[in-house]
């Protein structure tokens, strides 16, 4: 560009001074103009031509230009003026003239007018064409996903596929359309239907529906104002209980709430009169929102206010006075219930004062709840009593802990008064001075002469009953818990001690048995040895620590095999241990004893126990070449360290299953046979066996019923024979099919689908 | 009187929509339900079935509180039906029978609170069904109870009287005639004691003198088949499958003779036979003899399946377990061992006794076994895995025959005294507190038995044989398929065929029979290990760096291949597994984008993750089951034991236990074709009666027609 224009520039200031020259060469006459223009305008031609002659100027000359200086017919130039050439300035009439317009339109329109692109390629319209028709035809064939799910869950498939049968018709529907045919039908419905009777239900006519519905007029009006009233009196109360509940008044509340636990207390005293089993069912419900309440935090000096309290409590009396009321208030909620069985601890004073609650209320609050036996433990213990005491020698030390135990309650339960009984035993029992400063106080507080009186009739009825058991028996009771308690121990300790005598008792027995042949129930020394029993494999089998199992392995083992079980006593014994004497049967055993001296046959199990044991153990592996690294021969063995090296241990293996159980050896070998017949790969949905051994756990028809198991045998494909099985057609599932849509169409003629989609596609594009 | 809504009447039928439409034709019942509740016909308002009256639909819920409608297929298939018949009277008892819960649960057979491991949506799929078809089976099966019409008779005494004192003459006194002809004794004193055996049916009766007498009869009806003298001594007798044939184990050999007496077979290889026992659904024969082998005959193809040397002297106690067909067996040093015929080992051994055994028995529940030794105990065991005594009591002579009954009760015969102790329910021990029945006899007792089905207890003895009546003895119900003791010749033949074909091969025999419904979890690990192996990750093989020899001495491979064993350091260990696809890829940690990432950091954030997962998986396998540990342990120490401690190849990173123990934990395989029907018939061959195993096959058909 640059070089144009300083060569148009060039060119232009040539041009220049050539005009320059020519005004200086011949100066301008304005008389001789017209002459002289001829003239000069031939010497300028001439001028031109010669110049034109010389190779440089030539082509300069052949260039127009307008509105310049030097004007030329035979070309423009825009020389001289500022600015380009225009064409509509060319256009431009000298007056405007109205058939230019339009052309002047025609060309504004060309000159808006974009260029147009170029076409796309081929390939790139193809791959538009098959992405539309894509989307298309999946849209279509989601349609048929549902069905496809539906059938791929489906339980059974029946082919050909026909459609679901329409429900059978009920017979009423049938009955329903029916209409009487012949002529004795029509007279009949005729007579029935003249008779207002019913046609198809054997039920009550409608007369008789009409007088059983019908009722008198005094009658109506009665109810209605029964209702009219019940319903106002409802409102009204509704109101009054919404009034009542919006009084913010605290002390109201307090009242309210006084006077109603007076009129519970009340009720309850009454109840106890009238029906002492319902009251015991009320205790047992203090009894729970006691329970409930030590679940809870409540009255714990744990809430909002009570922190506030507590901050304030150092300086503020009557905030201390407020937390401890709270205190001593949940004392009183959780205090326990004691249904009068703390004979336990109070021992002494009962032997003084008679029982409070008389035993048989106790006995029956058992047999309401049995909510845990823990609590009533003593109960079933005293029922027992006349049988154990007989049997059971009073041993003294205890019975002298007892003692003092109940003397230092005395001090406390002289006070106690009906409510001693809703006490928490455990509290009693450890005995903190402060508990029992607190506790008879609060004690106090509540009635106690009353409720005496209550109880004292159910008590005098029940009197009779129970004080000698109780007197005789409370001791009793005690020293035999004591008593047992104390066998296990001395048990342990020597296990003949026990034996010895009950083996020689049931041998006494036995003895009896055969002259007199009658059954003699000693239900008692029995079961306790058998308890013992109990107690002592339990230890043994389940208490067993960890360090010293192998050692206990061996005792339980012997234990298990001498326990002396308890001889049966029958009511017909063989005819020669009838012969037998008591002598006879110890030398018997003795004998038998003597045989199986020799073999001891616990050794025996346990070496062979063992010696299957190490057989079994994962051998280690041992590397060792002898000689290597250092000097080797007869005599010489491999040092430690290199043994230790080169020694691999194999894996312990999974524990034995037979580990614990010190009388038996169970076979770890697999079953190889057995195991050809199992299941050994998993099938393909499932990722872990026992996922697949789940959904194998219903088998044959030997251990289903018939119906059972002809479903899950039941195939999943069902063909018809001789029939067609054709394609799923829209109609089949229900869908409505559209030429357009229909999916069978598509596949049945790809080419004329083509065609159609093209034509239909490119309008698409088109638009 | 208020409308009693019918329970379902929620559905309304299409039909009946349909209908309404069509304006039907008005009924007048349908203006009265409209009009007052009460006086209204206990039918149920059509038109208001939207009624909100009617929408408590469960009047019946309080007396049906313990039971509950399961199964929502058949109410599905009765929903078409409209709820009024006819009549228009009203079904009282709608939809469905009821179940009770307990019964339900009694047939079910997946444990639900057994925790899976977390399933894919698919296997989800899969798992809901079966639960599905397996609660509807159990449902099924609950329902069929109904037909086991029958209860179990009892004695019970006045209170306080033992029922023990009751004499065979006063029960005999109180049942009817036809019970009453089932008490009898037969005096048989010229041939010795005698041994016995019931036919499963219980209709027939075996018995065999010492001195050679054998006999089979009708015992009902008292008609006799056959009658001989062996002229041998007779050890023990015991019918075959079917009454038909009678084994009879003589002084010398095992002799097979058809009900006339014919005798068909002598198998010498059977010889010195003590006791003999079959076992049904297997059709083997097994003796225990003098020389102290335990040998199983399959009788129906006359081969012996399997001699086993027990190595304890003589076999004189033998029976067999009716859950699992594991042979019992008795010795004299106390012991009892478990036997099949898979293995050549005793499955288990328990010390039962300090001397000698002299008698075993095994309920039918296969839960209980109850021995008696020389040491005169008798004790009753627990066989469901631990083989703990549950009680024992000494006897003033200790039990020389030990007989289970059907129901659970326990006989023992001491002397010439029979005693039965009874337990609280079915599968419950006997507790030998208390005797329930005793009985004296008039000789010394040489074999027992329950007769099947029959509250009946035969007993041989010295002085021939009495059948003795024991209340609640015995299964009151029959399966007509199974074993039906009205069944004529026709039905026994076709219950012959029946049952060879689902013959239950020998090696199944197992101490648990529902093990043969899980997968062999050992071959699908090793399965999967091969697999494992043969698929060796493409990418980034490792080269083995072969060693000139000499540098490894120690190594007893003196080859340049790879040292296997990772004995010496000097190799370099094979990969430790191929490519497992299924394996979880274990935890990389990503670069640092900024900043050095050292090695360190990467270790310890591998550490990290790796020690997560194994408390997520220690956690786990603690919940899921007690082997939990020892299961992700072991394969751990396997992996690990290929590797020297110290790191064998100082330029790799030590191979990671959590990816040990990442793929322990799965434990999973994919692939492989399903399985086929072969195994799941396996499975239904369990041995044992399968009535017990699983659930009972309630009595479908074949009533007895009593004759």
Same mark, same amino acid.
């Given at each position: ?39 000069? $305008? ?55 003239? &109205? ?22 390629? !081929?390939?790139?319209?193809?791959? /538009? ?41 009920? /017979? ?283 109880? &004292? ?281 559209? &030429? $357009? ?27 | ?37 009460? #006086? ?231 010889? $010195? ?38 190595? =304890? ?36 051994? /328990? ?59 326990? =006989?023992? #015969? ?107 979890? /050992? ?41 296997? !064993? ?71 120490? &396997? ?69």
């Amino acid at each position: 560009m640059n070089a144009n224009q300083a060569a148009e520039s060039l060119l232009a200031s040539n041009q220049q001074k050539e005009l320059e020259d020519l005004p200086k060469d011949y100066p301008l006459s304005t008389s001789e103009d017209e002459g002289d223009k001829d003239e000069e $305008r031939k010497h300028q031609k001439l001028l031109e031509s010669i110049s034109s002659l010389n190779g440089k100027d030539r082509q300069k000359l052949a260039d127009r230009s307008e509105a310049s200086l030097k004007v030329s017919e035979f070309s423009v130039s825009s020389e001289g003026s500022g600015e380009k050439l225009v064409l509509s300035d060319l256009l431009e009439p000298v007056k405007t003239s &109205s058939s230019l317009a339009a052309v002047k339109k025609q060309l504004n329109r060309v000159k808006s007018k974009k260029t147009v692109e170029l076409p796309l390629h !081929r390939e790139e319209i193809e791959r /538009i064409h098959r992405e539309v028709a894509f989307n298309k035809s999946s849209q279509i064939l989601s349609k048929w996903d549902p069905v496809v799910l539906k059938n791929r869950q489906a339980e059974q498939l029946v082919f050909p596929l026909s459609k679901p049968q329409s429900a059978f018709a009920p /017979i009423e529907h049938v009955v329903n359309g029916w209409k009487a045919g012949t002529p004795l039908e029509q007279e009949i419905f005729n007579l029935l239907h003249k008779n207002k009777q019913p046609v198809t239900d054997p039920l009550l006519t409608p007369v008789e529906k009409a007088s059983l519905k019908a009722m008198s007029l005094e009658e109506v009006k009665m109810r209605r104002a029964e209702l009219q009233r019940a319903r106002a009196l409802q409102s009204y109360y509704e109101a009054r209980a919404r009034r009542e509940k919006r009084i913010k008044s605290k002390k109201y509340h307090r009242i309210l709430k006084k006077g109603k636990a007076k009129q519970a207390l009340k009720d309850f005293e009454k109840l106890q009169k009238v029906n002492p089993a319902a009251a015991l069912e009320e205790l047992e419900k203090l009894d729970k929102a006691r329970m409930m309440e030590r679940m809870s935090l409540k009255h714990q000096n744990s809430g909002k206010w009570a922190k506030s309290k507590a901050i304030m409590a150092k300086y503020d009396l009557e905030a201390r006075q407020a937390m401890q009321e709270q205190l001593a208030r949940n004392k009183e909620l959780t205090q326990k219930v004691a249904a009068s069985e703390s004979e336990e601890e109070g021992e002494g004073q009962e032997e003084e004062e008679e029982p409070l609650v008389p035993d048989l209320v106790n006995e029956v609050q058992i047999k309401a709840n049995g909510l845990n036996p823990w609590m009533f433990r003593n109960h079933f213990i005293d029922a027992k009593e006349a049988e154990v005491q007989k049997d059971l020698e009073d041993p003294a030390e205890p019975e002298a802990q007892e003692t003092s135990e109940s003397e230092e309650e005395k001090a406390v339960v002289e006070e106690e008064t009906l409510l001693k009984e809703f006490e928490e035993r455990r509290s009693l029992r450890q005995k903190s001075e402060l508990n029992h400063m607190a506790e008879p106080v609060h004690r106090r507080v509540t009635k106690d002469p009353s409720s005496q009186e209550v109880l &004292s009739d159910l008590r005098a009825l029940c009197q009779k009953l129970s004080t000698e058991n109780h007197q005789s028996g409370k001791q009793e009771l005690s020293s035999a818990r004591t008593a047992q308690r104390e066998e296990p121990a001395r048990e342990e300790e020597e296990p003949m001690l026990l034996q010895r005598p009950e083996r020689a008792r049931t041998l006494d027995e036995l003895e009896e048995l055969g002259r007199e042949g009658c059954v003699e129930n000693e239900e008692l020394p029995r079961t306790a040895v058998e308890g013992l029993q109990l107690e002592k494999n339990l230890s043994n089998h389940i208490g067993a620590p960890k360090e010293k199992k192998r050692k206990e392995q061996m005792i339980d083992l012997q234990n298990l095999l001498t326990t002396k079980s308890p001889s049966v006593k029958s009511l017909a014994v063989p005819t020669t241990v009838q012969e037998l004497e008591d002598e006879e049967e110890r030398d018997q055993r003795q004998i038998i004893k003597e045989a199986f001296a020799g073999d001891d046959v616990i050794r025996d199990f346990l070496k062979e126990k063992r010696e299957a044991v190490e057989a079994s153990k994962p051998k280690d592996l041992d590397l060792t070449l002898p000689g290597w690294g250092e000097w080797g021969g007869i005599g010489l063995k491999p040092s430690a360290k290199k043994r230790r090296r080169f020694l691999i241990k194999a894996p312990e293996g999974p524990p034995r299953k037979d580990k614990n159980l010190p009388n038996v050896i169970i076979n770890e070998k697999r079953n190889t046979h057995a195991a050809a017949h199992q299941v050994q790969v998993l099938p393909h949905p499932f990722t872990h066996h026992q996922q697949f051994e789940r959904t194998i756990q219903t088998p044959g028809s030997t251990w289903n019923t018939q119906r059972a198991f002809q479903k899950l045998t039941m195939p999943k494909v069902v063909t018809k024979p001789g029939h067609i099985i054709k394609p799923i057609k829209a109609e089949d599932v229900g869908y409505r099919s559209s &030429s $357009r849509s229909d999916l069978s169409v598509i596949q049945r003629n790809p080419k004329r689908l083509s065609i159609r989609h093209k034509k239909h596609l490119e309008n698409n594009c088109v638009d | 009187m208020e409308t009693v809504p019918e329970p379902g009447s929620n559905v309304p039928p299409k039909k009946d929509r349909l209908q309404t439409k069509k304006k039907k034709p008005r009924r007048y019942w349908e203006q009265e339900t409209t009009g007052t509740a009460a #006086g209204a016909s206990p039918g149920p308002p059509r038109k208001r079935k939207r009624n909100r009256e009617l929408r408590p639909q469960k009047p019946k819920k309080n007396d049906t509180s313990k039971k509950f409608r399961m199964s929502k297929k058949p109410r599905e298939l009765k929903s078409p039906r409209p709820q009024r018949s006819l009549s228009g009277a009203q079904d009282p008892f709608a939809g469905p029978a009821p179940v009770s819960v307990e019964v339900v649960q009694k047939y079910c057979r997946i444990d639900k609170s057994k925790e899976l491991p977390h399933p894919k949506t698919k296997t989800r799929s899969r798992l809901v069904v079966a639960e599905a078809q397996e609660e509807e089976t159990s449902v099924r099966a609950a329902r069929s109870e109904l037909l086991l019409t029958e209860e179990p008779g009892f004695l019970e005494g006045e209170d306080g009287e033992d029922t023990a004192k009751i004499r065979q003459a006063d029960i005999v006194e109180a049942v009817d005639i036809a019970s009453a002809a089932k008490h009898f004794d037969l005096n048989l004193r010229q041939f010795g004691p005698y041994r016995l055996n019931y036919s499963r049916t219980g209709r027939h009766l075996a018995f065999g003198g010492r001195r050679g007498h054998v006999a089979a009869l009708d015992w009902v009806t008292k008609k006799l088949t056959c009658e001989i003298n062996v002229m041998e001594a007779v050890r023990d007798i015991r019918f075959l499958h079917s009454e038909a044939l009678l084994a009879v184990a003589q002084n010398r050999w095992l002799h097979i003779y058809d009900n006339q007496g014919i005798e068909l077979h002598c198998v010498r290889r059977c010889d $010195r036979v003590t006791r003999l026992e079959f076992l049904p659904f297997h059709f083997l024969l097994a003796t225990a003899s003098e020389t102290g082998f335990l040998t199983y005959l399959d009788v129906s193809v006359g081969k012996i399946v399997a001699a086993l040397n027990a190595r =304890a002297g003589r076999l004189s106690v033998m029976t067999q377990n009716p859950y699992n067909a594991v042979i019992h067996l008795g010795h004299s040093n106390g012991t009892v061992s478990l036997w099949s015929p898979a293995m050549k080992e005793p499955l288990v051994k /328990i010390l039962c006794h300090r001397g000698g055994v002299r008698a075993v028995a095994v309920d039918s529940t296969g839960m209980h076994m109850a021995t008696s030794g020389l040491d005169h105990q008798l004790k009753v065991f627990d066989l469901r895995g631990t083989f703990q005594p549950l009680s024992a009591r000494t006897l003033p002579q200790g039990a020389g025959h030990l007989a289970f009954s059907q129901r659970g009760l326990l =006989a023992a #015969g001491m002397g010439d005294v029979v005693n039965i102790w009874a337990g609280q329910g079915k599968a419950s021990p006997p507790s030998l507190e208390q005797p329930y029945l005793t009985h004296r006899l008039s000789g010394h007792v040489h074999g027992l038995q329950f007769c099947p089905y029959e509250d009946v207890l035969g007993v041989g003895h010295s002085g021939g044989i009495t059948s003795m009546l024991v209340p609640g003895a015995a299964e009151p119900n029959f399966d007509g398929l199974e074993s039906n003791p009205y069944r004529s010749r026709k039905q026994r033949q076709e219950w012959e065929v029946k049952a060879l074909l689902e013959k239950v091969p020998a090696e199944l025999i197992c101490l648990d029979p529902r093990a043969l419904a899980e997968v062999d979890v /050992i071959s699908l690990e090793q399965a999967k290990k091969e697999r494992a192996e043969r698929l060796v990750r493409s990418g980034a093989p490792r080269a083995w760096v072969p060693l000139p020899t000499t540098s490894h001495p120690h190594c007893i491979l003196r080859s340049t291949a790879p040292c296997l !064993r990772g004995c010496c350091s000097f190799h370099l260990p094979p990969l430790p597994q191929g490519y497992d696809p299924d394996a979880r890829t274990p935890f990389q940690p990503k670069p640092k984008q900024k900043g050095r990432s050292s090695t360190a950091s990467l270790v310890k954030r591998k550490r990290k993750v790796m020690d997560q997962e194994h408390r997520v998986s220690g956690h786990r396998g603690r919940a899921g089951h007690p082997k939990g540990n020892a299961l992700l342990l072991a394969p751990l120490a &396997s992996s690990t034991c290929h590797f020297s401690p110290v790191s064998p190849y100082p330029g790799q990173n030590p191979p990671e236990p959590g990816a040990a123990a990442a793929e322990a934990r799965e434990g999973q395989a994919h692939g492989g074709p399903a399985v086929g029907p072969g195994q799941i018939r396996a499975l239904s061959q369990a041995p044992g009666p399968r009535r017990n195993i699983l659930s009972p096959r309630p009595p479908v058909g074949n009533y007895p027609s009593l004759e």
